[in-house]
């Protein structure tokens, strides 16, 4: 039976800027052809056991011809597989989309169009520049900065002149001397405004300003790289008024953040919302136990009242113990047995099973919740911790000093550490391309150390939850920042606080 091959449209970069469809559809694929210019933290979207094929092109390097990716995207349609060619900006503007699809209609292979958010129009709008505006101009024309395979422009550059609209050339940076020449000789003002902008949407965006006559020079001066696109018109005077993505207060921060793969990141949301660039890569997978003998006695312990307090050290830990509960009961098991939770997201991951807990700590770490409860118990209670099978020893060595409590430590879930498949993460930090990395638990700081094996971790800032976090961390060798409570919001201050301090040394 043959597959199917949906075009899709990456965005610019900003996996904000990706569509609601195209991350639907990516979330689906069994088999991704994506280019460079596709941003990490979309990349980051691509399902754990997806096939995964790089078609990059960047400066004149290519990894496949057009016509090897056509050809791949017809195979693997026949295949029976669902494809996603997943593009930088849209499928179709500038992105030969059209002629990938020449093949899959030859043979007949289904296929949809996903469009993306262009560059063209995005990274000016991340920078002040908004293309359009009555006052300065009626039109707005994407031209391609690509010559033919002669070295010579299909650009009437005469036609655009007179258009007197804002022009943006995309994949234009080594042709840059030839378009100002060409746009000068056809006699445009010299002194019109013109901007070259770099990397656009991600934290590492920058923009050139100068003119017509001087692009070309100011460009050579500040060393102006690729990908970048260039725009010229009045418009580009409005940057310095417009300009907004620069004053969030993480703009132009780049922040790795580790997290359980089944877990969504409220944390990266918040992150973003700030203005930083968030790489969110899955450090550790948590997975049931094999053998549930023991964790199935204990539940059928807790059905006929044999515990008296139920304690939970983590979101996954909560629900790999429910989902267990359930299978061979219902909630009345829990009888008359008090929750705890080690802290705020372990609470959330109770109330959606309709149970809130008697107990947090104030300070959400093992050893304050051990010591804490075992003065909250009755003196002969009886205590069971569902939990990894490598646990913290502090929280039960805490709850040994109370009076005569039986604890049951029963190991619910094994910590696994994995790795992105498509994502250079040794590369991003020996590069200087991340600069913190954000940790949850110690768990993740180990499933990151796996990750990426034999890096120098003196080169990464780690921001961490806590003190036990933290010292995994320094245990390593990372600088590290530790958060004033043991909550995201809190772990975001102290973030914004080490981006202001690194940027006052350097």
């Given at each position: 039976?043959?597959?199917?091959?949906?075009?899709?449209?990456?965005?610019?970069?900003?996996?904000?800027?990706?569509?609601?469809?195209?991350?639907?559809?990516?979330?689906?694929?069994?088999?991704?052809?994506?280019?460079?210019?596709?941003?990490?933290?979309?990349?980051?979207?691509?399902?754990?056991?997806?096939?995964?094929?790089?078609?990059?092109?960047?400066?004149?390097?290519?990894?496949?011809?057009?016509?090897?990716?056509?050809?791949?995207?017809?195979?693997?349609?026949?295949?029976?597989?669902?494809?996603?060619?997943?593009?930088?900006?849209?499928?179709?503007?500038?992105?030969?989309?059209?002629?990938?699809?020449?093949?899959?209609?030859?043979?007949?292979?289904?296929?949809?169009?996903?469009?993306?958010?262009?560059?063209?129009?995005?990274?000016?709008?991340?920078?002040?520049?908004?293309?359009?505006?009555?006052?300065?101009?009626?039109?707005?024309?994407?031209?391609?900065?690509?010559?033919?395979?002669?070295?010579?422009?299909?650009?009437?550059?005469?036609?655009?002149?007179?258009?007197?609209?804002?022009?943006?050339?995309?994949?234009?940076?080594?042709?840059?001397?030839?378009?100002?020449?060409?746009?000068?000789?056809?006699?445009?003002?010299?002194?019109?405004?013109?901007a070259v902008l770099e990397r656009g949407t991600t934290s590492k965006q920058r923009r050139v300003s100068a003119t017509v006559g001087t692009l070309e020079r100011v460009c050579s001066e500040t060393m102006i790289q690729t990908p970048a696109i260039i725009v010229v018109g009045k418009v580009c005077g409005l940057a310095d008024?417009?300009?907004?993505?620069?004053?969030?207060?993480?703009?132009?921060?780049?922040?790795?953040?580790?997290?359980?793969?089944?877990?969504?990141?409220?944390?990266?949301?918040?992150?973003?919302?700030?203005?930083?660039?968030?790489?969110?890569?899955?450090?550790?997978?948590?997975?049931?136990?094999?053998?549930?003998?023991?964790?199935?006695?204990?539940?059928?312990?807790?059905?006929?009242?044999?515990?008296?307090?139920?304690?939970?050290?983590?979101?996954?830990?909560?629900?790999?113990?429910?989902?267990?509960?359930?299978?061979?009961?219902?909630?009345?098991?829990?009888?008359?047995?008090?929750?705890?939770?080690?802290?705020?997201?372990?609470?959330?991951?109770l109330l959606k099973y309709g149970l809130r807990a008697d107990f947090l700590p104030s300070v959400y770490d093992g050893e304050t919740l051990g010591r804490e409860l075992r003065e909250a118990c009755a003196p002969g209670s009886r205590v069971l911790i569902p939990r990894a099978a490598i646990g913290n020893r502090e929280l039960?060595?805490?709850?040994?000093?109370?009076?005569?409590?039986?604890?049951?430590?029963?190991?619910?879930?094994?910590?696994?550490?994995?790795?992105?498949?498509?994502?250079?993460?040794?590369?991003?930090?020996?590069?200087?391309?991340?600069?913190?990395?954000?940790?949850?638990?110690?768990?993740?700081?180990?499933?990151?150390?796996?990750?990426?094996?034999?890096?120098?971790?003196?080169?990464?800032?780690?921001?961490?939850?806590?003190?036990?976090?933290?010292?995994?961390?320094?245990?390593?060798?990372?600088?590290?920042?530790?958060?004033?409570?043991?909550?995201?919001?809190?772990?975001?201050?102290?973030?914004?606080?080490?981006?202001?301090?690194?940027?006052?040394?350097?």
């Amino acid at each position: 039976m043959a597959g199917k091959v949906w075009l899709v449209g990456a965005g610019p970069g900003d996996v904000g800027l990706m569509t609601l469809k195209g991350r639907e559809v990516l979330s689906q694929a069994e088999v991704v052809v994506y280019d460079a210019l596709v941003g990490d933290g979309v990349l980051g979207l691509i399902p754990e056991n997806a096939k995964l094929i790089f078609a990059g092109k960047r400066s004149g390097n290519h990894f496949l011809r057009q016509e090897e990716t056509n050809r791949v995207l017809l195979e693997e349609a026949l295949a029976g597989k669902r494809v996603v060619r997943l593009k930088g900006g849209d499928p179709f503007v500038f992105g030969r989309g059209g002629e990938e699809l020449e093949l899959l209609v030859e043979h007949g292979v289904p296929f949809e169009i996903v469009p993306g958010v262009t560059s063209a129009f995005a990274v000016p709008a991340y920078n002040g520049i908004p293309v359009t505006h009555r006052d300065f101009c009626s039109s707005v024309h994407i031209i391609t900065g690509h010559r033919r395979a002669d070295h010579s422009y299909d650009i009437d550059f005469d036609a655009l002149v007179h258009t007197r609209g804002t022009l943006i050339f995309l994949m234009g940076i080594a042709a840059l001397p030839d378009l100002m020449n060409g746009l000068l000789a056809a006699g445009m003002d010299p002194e019109l405004p013109a901007a070259v902008l770099e990397r656009g949407t991600t934290s590492k965006q920058r923009r050139v300003s100068a003119t017509v006559g001087t692009l070309e020079r100011v460009c050579s001066e500040t060393m102006i790289q690729t990908p970048a696109i260039i725009v010229v018109g009045k418009v580009c005077g409005l940057a310095d008024t417009f300009g907004w993505a620069e004053k969030r207060p993480l703009a132009g921060v780049r922040v790795l953040v580790t997290r359980p793969r089944e877990l969504v990141s409220t944390l990266a949301d918040m992150l973003r919302e700030k203005g930083a660039e968030v790489l969110e890569l899955p450090a550790i997978r948590t997975v049931p136990v094999k053998d549930m003998t023991n964790v199935d006695a204990a539940i059928e312990r807790l059905s006929g009242g044999g515990y008296d307090w139920l304690v939970f050290t983590s979101p996954s830990g909560v629900s790999i113990f429910f989902d267990r509960l359930l299978a061979l009961h219902d909630l009345r098991a829990l009888g008359g047995v008090k929750l705890a939770a080690i802290g705020q997201g372990t609470q959330k991951a109770l109330l959606k099973y309709g149970l809130r807990a008697d107990f947090l700590p104030s300070v959400y770490d093992g050893e304050t919740l051990g010591r804490e409860l075992r003065e909250a118990c009755a003196p002969g209670s009886r205590v069971l911790i569902p939990r990894a099978a490598i646990g913290n020893r502090e929280l039960i060595e805490e709850l040994e000093k109370g009076q005569n409590l039986t604890i049951t430590d029963v190991a619910t879930y094994d910590t696994e550490y994995t790795t992105s498949n498509v994502i250079d993460e040794r590369g991003e930090i020996e590069q200087g391309e991340i600069d913190f990395a954000v940790f949850t638990s110690a768990s993740t700081v180990r499933g990151f150390a796996a990750a990426v094996k034999d890096v120098d971790f003196t080169k990464v800032n780690a921001v961490c939850i806590g003190r036990q976090t933290a010292a995994e961390a320094q245990k390593r060798g990372m600088r590290t920042w530790i958060s004033e409570k043991a909550t995201l919001e809190s772990l975001v201050r102290r973030l914004e606080e080490a981006a202001r301090e690194l940027k006052d040394e350097r």
